[in-house]
């Protein structure tokens, strides 16, 4: 609190003492097209916090305490950035009428999320960042989102939930996994339209927010173009079409706004084989003006979207069935059914108030968000693995065998997967025709109840000094549970573990029929409390802010089930998890002309782990994990900006360390120590983020613009962590178990290995032609490499080394042996190119527009991801495996999509 006081007082006095009379400049803006006003477009002074919105008649008035020269920026929502040298000299200026032309790659946000649809809805690969940079204008950040982002790129490495996304200021991110679930409120780009970014540590109105930036989406009806528009949308990624419709009412009757917006999306299958997709999307907000100061506003949103998940395979079943494959779905009666689906359906209800004056704004809101997150998924009990890429089904299980090679068995194993590569859910039906299920059909359900209120303020203390604080709350409470859909034609399912034939309902009865609630069932309670100031101030040559931010959460699980292998720690309420945390940051930017700045931000932070690594494995007991620490974010960053009238850019350097880091794992394993299902617990993982980034744009000439940006990272692993891992059945390793219930195996070797966070290495050339007559046409290369696949963690273990049958280190497991054995490698490097263009009329004041893009025109093949599996835990097993050169454990990959394309058509009066 002092540090706070100190800030004001000096920079207050500072203030005094260069005190110097305000520069206005006025204006007003209007459409080059129509000749109509544009209310609400905004004007700022590029490099500073000096900004306002034009009223209804397009005018405006910004009042600076600069001088010199410097760049005016004026835009608005669907239209062009127009950029205008001013020199501030005497009192004022009256720049007159300026015109902007609408923005005809305004398309280009929905053509984003066909990219990214994918993984959003994939927990085998990590939430993509790019979908955080829709709103920005720096040409680096737009070619990350729509050109990288295909490929899995993530700015500077980072995962997304190190960025926040708002609705009306308040917070969207999940408390599971920290990261913002777009789906939530996808296929209503037109009222989503309206964000204001800010990129990485630069200060937010907002929030405190994330190290990797903070997108603030705001639904007032008022803030939104009034009339119509309908569009419609073709595509060969994840939805085949697409029809949207949006009305904004104009002139308010009685201070009344209001807005409505529907979408449906849909597809039989997407661009890989047996992924339906179908979605549809309802957004209403109501705003109320009671004067020019204050105004309420109410937004509803709806957006159910279900689709049909795709899995990760590895080279040798790539090789055989290509790159669209996808071993989860087959037919049924002559119809796709896909046996991993996955459907989100949670409606957001939210209220805000705003309070805007000159000097002082504040925005007070509530929200209330409910409903589903279901994973579907096939459970088989004393019966074979219906996929058909299971591991003995395919040609290197005969290959690889340990009493040697039989290639007559390998060859009909192949056969038999190019004649049935998919799963036959025939026989499901037939060895379900007794009464108790071998095979059941079931979803894993997260039903969420969510409140969150929420306040933010800022204050003009005067023409240099800025404020900002804020207040949050949030209350989940989740109930998680796994519920038969189909018994396939049988009469019941046994609810007990085949494995240990323990029960998995103790309390409960053991057969279960459709409808019913088995396997597991809990709830958890999470709460979080978060605080923020934040202080900004302006002089003529230089500004600066400094932020800080109180953080406290709370997360605790109540067992509604009793496991009968953890009878004394499965069910009731579990000890509470509780974290107290901290974080400051703070910029410095000092302009060495109007059209050159530099600026060093920086920010030291802790933040509570995400809910899903606080339980070991909370579907069976409470065990929380030992010793639970906050992670520990420190980070840098140093930008030079240039604005010259042609020539635009930004160079940027950057150095993350995040400590102190939990992570779980699931999977089965054969290690030294005894193979089983097991949860794998990393503590004291550190993680290292350094790179560059450059993006430069030059306008040849009014027609043609260039356009450079290249990405340069390290992510590697920075530290030795600990590794614990918990049997899912009892073992015989008693003496090894520690007083916590888990096997110790030490500290893993994975210092200096590369994080599987997208590529390392990103470049991109554009060229951009826009013709008088309203259409464009844009083309860039783009070059991605030093991409990696997740590492096993525990392979590099000391477990590693034993042979699990004397307990004794395997003879040949020298280092030099086993460094060879688990040699990180990247993925091959790959080239991109996307031709994207458009055309738009204006009809009798009818406004219709055209936008195409095709991506990856040259089909490339490429990976985007991986992960190297963990069932070969021991030297003996990995190295057999590998003799043939065809692993029957080999690494898993995703593979990017080829030739792709995206087509819409709009109409707006």
């Given at each position: 609190?002092?540090?706070?006081?100190?800030?004001i007082?000096?920079?207050?006095?500072?203030?005094?003492?260069?005190?110097?009379?305000?520069?206005?400049?006025?204006?007003?803006?209007?459409?080059?097209?129509?000749?109509?006003?544009?209310?609400?477009?905004?004007i700022?002074?590029?490099?500073?916090?000096?900004?306002?919105?034009?009223?209804?008649?397009?005018?405006?008035?910004?009042?600076?305490?600069?001088?010199g020269?410097?760049?005016?920026?004026?835009?608005?929502?669907?239209?062009?950035?127009?950029?205008?040298?001013?020199?501030?000299?005497?009192?004022?200026?009256?720049?007159?009428?300026?015109y902007?032309?609408?923005?005809?790659t305004?398309?280009?946000?929905?053509?984003?999320?066909?990219?990214?649809?994918?993984?959003?809805?994939?927990?085998?690969?990590?939430?993509?960042?790019?979908?955080?940079?829709?709103?920005?204008?720096?040409?680096?950040?737009?070619?990350?989102?729509?050109?990288?982002?295909?490929?899995?790129?993530?700015?500077?490495?980072?995962?997304s939930?190190?960025?926040?996304?708002?609705?009306?200021?308040?917070?969207?991110?999940?408390?599971?996994?920290?990261?913002?679930?777009?789906?939530?409120?996808?296929?209503?780009?037109?009222?989503?339209?309206?964000?204001?970014?800010?990129?990485?540590?630069?200060?937010?109105?907002?929030?405190?927010?994330g190290?990797?930036?903070?997108?603030?989406?705001?639904?007032?009806?008022?803030?939104?173009?009034?009339?119509?528009?309908?569009?419609?949308?073709?595509?060969?990624?994840t939805?085949?079409?697409?029809?949207?419709?949006?009305?904004?009412?104009?002139?308010?009757?009685?201070?009344?706004?209001?807005?409505?917006?529907?979408?449906?999306?849909?597809?039989?299958?997407?661009?890989?084989?047996?992924?339906?997709?179908?979605?549809?999307?309802?957004?209403g907000?109501?705003?109320?003006?009671?004067?020019?100061?204050?105004?309420?506003?109410?937004?509803?949103?709806?957006?159910?979207?279900?689709?049909?998940?795709?899995?990760?395979?590895?080279?040798?079943?790539?090789?055989?069935?290509?790159?669209?494959?996808?071993?989860?779905?087959?037919?049924?009666?002559?119809k796709?059914?896909?046996?991993?689906?996955?459907?989100?359906?949670?409606?957001?209800l939210?209220?805000n108030?705003?309070?805007?004056?000159?000097?002082?704004?504040?925005?007070?809101?509530?929200?209330?968000?409910?409903?589903?997150?279901?994973?579907?998924?096939l459970?088989?009990?004393?019966?074979?693995?219906?996929?058909?890429?299971?591991?003995?089904?395919?040609?290197?299980f005969?290959?690889?065998?340990?009493?040697?090679?039989?290639?007559?068995?390998?060859?009909l194993?192949?056969?038999?997967?190019?004649?049935?590569?998919?799963?036959?859910?025939?026989?499901?039906?037939?060895?379900?025709?007794?009464e108790?299920?071998?095979?059941?059909?079931?979803?894993?359900?997260?039903?969420?109840?969510?409140f969150?209120?929420?306040?933010?303020?800022?204050?003009?203390?005067?023409?240099?000094?800025?404020?900002?604080?804020?207040?949050?709350?949030?209350?989940?409470?989740?109930?998680?549970?796994?519920?038969?859909?189909?018994?396939?034609?049988?009469?019941?399912?046994?609810?007990?573990?085949?494995?240990?034939?323990?029960?998995?309902?103790?309390?409960?009865?053991?057969?279960?029929s459709?409808?019913?609630?088995?396997?597991?069932?809990?709830?958890?309670?999470?709460?979080?409390?978060?605080?923020?100031?934040?202080?900004?101030?302006?002089?003529?040559?230089?500004?600066?802010?400094?932020?800080?931010?109180?953080?406290?959460?709370?997360?605790?699980?109540?067992?509604?089930?009793?496991?009968?292998?953890?009878?004394?720690?499965?069910?009731?309420?579990?000890?509470?998890?509780?974290?107290?945390?901290?974080?400051?940051?703070?910029?410095?930017?000092?302009?060495?002309?109007?059209?050159?700045?530099?600026?060093?931000?920086?920010?030291q932070?802790?933040q509570?782990?995400?809910l899903?690594?606080?339980?070991i494995?909370?579907?069976?007991?409470n065990?929380?994990?030992?010793?639970?620490?906050?992670?520990?974010?420190?980070?840098?960053?140093?930008?030079?900006?240039?604005?010259?009238?042609?020539?635009?850019?930004?160079?940027?350097?950057?150095?993350?360390?995040?400590?102190?880091?939990?992570?779980?794992?699931?999977?089965?394993?054969?290690?030294?120590?005894?193979?089983?299902?097991?949860?794998?617990?990393?503590?004291?993982?550190?993680k290292?983020?350094?790179?560059?980034?450059?993006?430069?744009?030059?306008?040849?000439?009014?027609?043609?613009?260039?356009?450079?940006?290249?990405?340069?990272?390290?992510?590697?692993?920075?530290?030795?962590?600990?590794?614990?891992?918990?049997?899912?059945?009892?073992?015989?390793?008693?003496?090894?178990?520690?007083?916590?219930?888990?096997?110790?195996?030490?500290?893993?070797?994975?210092?200096?290995?590369?994080?599987?966070?997208?590529?390392?290495?990103?470049?991109?050339?554009?060229?951009?032609?826009?013709?008088?007559?309203?259409?464009?046409?844009?083309?860039?290369?783009?070059?991605?490499?030093?991409?990696?696949?997740?590492?096993?963690?525990?392979?590099?273990?000391?477990?590693?080394?034993?042979?699990?049958?004397t307990?004794?280190?395997?003879?040949?497991?020298?280092?030099?042996?086993?460094?060879?054995?688990?040699?990180?490698?990247?993925?091959?490097?790959?080239?991109?190119?996307?031709?994207?263009?458009?055309?738009?009329?204006?009809?009798?004041?009818?406004?219709?527009?055209?936008?195409?893009?095709?991506?990856?025109?040259?089909?490339?093949?490429?990976?985007?991801?991986?992960?190297?599996?963990?069932?070969?835990?021991?030297?003996?097993?990995?190295?057999?495996?590998n003799?043939?050169?065809?692993?029957?454990?080999?690494?898993?990959?995703?593979?990017?999509?080829?030739?792709?394309?995206?087509?819409?058509?709009?109409?707006?009066?």
């Open positions: 609190m002092r540090v706070l006081v100190l800030f007082l000096l920079f207050s006095s500072i203030h005094l003492l260069s005190a110097q009379e305000d520069f206005v400049i006025s204006g007003s803006v209007f459409d080059n097209r129509t000749k109509h006003p544009i209310e609400n477009s905004s700022s002074i590029e490099g500073s916090s000096f900004s306002v919105k034009t009223n209804s008649a397009g005018a405006f008035t910004l009042k600076v305490d600069l001088s020269e410097v760049i005016l920026n004026l835009t608005g929502i669907e239209y062009e950035l127009k950029r205008i040298p001013v020199v501030l000299e005497g009192f004022g200026v009256d720049i007159g009428t300026i902007l032309e609408k923005d005809l305004m398309e280009q946000a929905d053509n984003l999320i066909t990219l990214t649809d994918a993984e959003l809805l994939d927990d085998e690969a990590d939430a993509n960042s790019a979908g955080l940079l829709r709103a920005t204008r720096d040409v680096f950040l737009n070619r990350a989102a729509f050109d990288f982002g295909q490929a899995f790129f993530r700015v500077r490495g980072y995962d939930q190190n960025g926040e996304v708002l609705i009306n200021g308040i917070s969207m991110n999940k408390m599971f996994d920290g990261r913002p679930q777009w789906n939530n409120w996808g296929g209503l780009n037109d009222v989503t339209r309206n964000q204001q970014y800010t990129n990485g540590l630069a200060p937010s109105d907002v929030t405190f927010g190290i990797l930036g903070n997108t603030n989406i705001d639904t007032r009806p008022s803030k939104f173009r009034a009339g119509t528009r309908l569009s419609s949308s073709a595509s060969n990624r939805y085949a079409g697409r029809l949207m419709a949006t009305y904004t009412s104009g002139a308010p009757d009685k201070g009344l706004y209001y807005s409505i917006s529907g979408s449906r999306r849909w597809a039989k299958e997407g661009y890989i084989d047996g992924t339906l997709y179908d979605a549809y999307s309802f957004f907000a109501l705003e109320y003006q009671i004067n020019k100061k204050n105004s309420f506003n109410f937004t509803g949103i709806l957006a159910s979207n279900r689709r049909g998940r795709s899995s990760a395979v590895t080279e040798e079943v790539f090789e055989l069935l290509g790159k669209r494959y996808n071993p989860y779905w087959g037919f049924q009666n002559d796709i059914r896909n046996s991993r689906e996955r459907k989100i359906a949670e409606p957001i939210m209220f108030h705003f309070y805007e004056s000159e000097t002082f704004s504040l925005n007070t809101g509530v929200a209330y968000q409910f409903g589903i997150n279901t994973r579907s998924r459970g088989y009990y004393n019966a074979p693995n219906p996929d058909a890429t299971y591991y003995r089904y395919l040609p290197s005969s290959i690889n065998s340990p009493i040697g090679a039989n290639f007559p068995s390998a060859n194993a192949e056969k038999g997967l190019l004649k049935n590569s998919q799963m036959d859910w025939q026989k499901l039906y037939v060895a379900n025709s007794r108790k299920a071998a095979y059941v059909y079931y979803d894993d359900v997260a039903q969420d109840r969510q969150i209120a929420n306040t933010t303020a800022n204050w003009n203390i005067n023409s240099k000094l800025q404020t900002d604080f804020g207040l949050m709350y949030k209350k989940l409470q989740s109930h998680n549970y796994a519920e038969i859909q189909d018994l396939l034609g049988a009469l019941f399912h046994e609810d007990s573990d085949p494995f240990s034939n323990t029960l998995n309902d103790a309390k409960g009865q053991v057969r279960k459709e409808g019913g609630i088995f396997n597991y069932r809990y709830e958890i309670d999470a709460i979080r409390f978060i605080a923020f100031a934040q202080f900004r101030y302006e002089e003529l040559n230089w500004n600066a802010f400094l932020s800080g931010n109180y953080n406290a959460s709370a997360f605790q699980r109540e067992g509604l089930f009793q496991n009968e292998r953890f009878l004394d720690d499965s069910f009731g309420k579990s000890e509470k998890a509780q974290f107290t945390n901290y974080g400051t940051k703070g910029g410095f930017t000092y302009k060495l002309t109007g059209r050159h700045w530099v600026s060093i931000q920086s920010a932070l802790t509570a782990p995400v899903q690594n606080v339980f494995n909370p579907r069976e007991n065990q929380i994990v030992p010793a639970l620490q906050s992670e520990t974010v420190s980070t840098v960053d140093l930008n030079y900006f240039l604005r010259l009238p042609k020539l635009t850019g930004r160079l940027t350097g950057f150095y993350s360390r995040f400590q102190n880091t939990t992570d779980i794992n699931f999977f089965f394993v054969d290690a030294g120590v005894g193979s089983d299902f097991v949860q794998e617990v990393l503590t004291d993982l550190d290292l983020h350094m790179g560059i980034e450059v993006g430069l744009g030059y306008q040849l000439s009014s027609a043609v613009k260039l356009s450079f940006v290249g990405a340069l990272g390290k992510y590697r692993y920075a530290s030795y962590p600990n590794v614990s891992i918990n049997f899912d059945t009892a073992g015989s390793e008693e003496d090894l178990i520690n007083p916590d219930g888990f096997i110790d195996l030490g500290v893993a070797n994975i210092k200096d290995y590369n994080l599987a966070q997208g590529p390392q290495k990103a470049f991109a050339f554009g060229v951009e032609y826009r013709d008088p007559k309203y259409w464009w046409l844009s083309v860039t290369a783009n070059y991605l490499g030093n991409n990696y696949a997740a590492i096993s963690t525990i392979t590099r273990t000391s477990s590693f080394y034993l042979n699990p049958e307990g004794a280190p395997f003879p040949d497991a020298t280092a030099e042996n086993v460094n060879k054995l688990l040699e990180q490698k990247p993925l091959d490097d790959f080239y991109l190119l996307n031709i994207v263009g458009g055309k738009s009329w204006l009809k009798k004041g009818k406004y219709i527009s055209i936008f195409v893009s095709i991506n990856n025109v040259f089909d490339a093949v490429f990976r985007t991801g991986g992960y190297e599996q963990s069932r070969n835990g021991n030297f003996g097993q990995l190295q057999q495996d003799l043939s050169g065809t692993p029957s454990f080999a690494p898993k990959y995703w593979y990017g999509y080829g030739r792709t394309y995206f087509l819409n058509v709009a109409f707006s009066f």
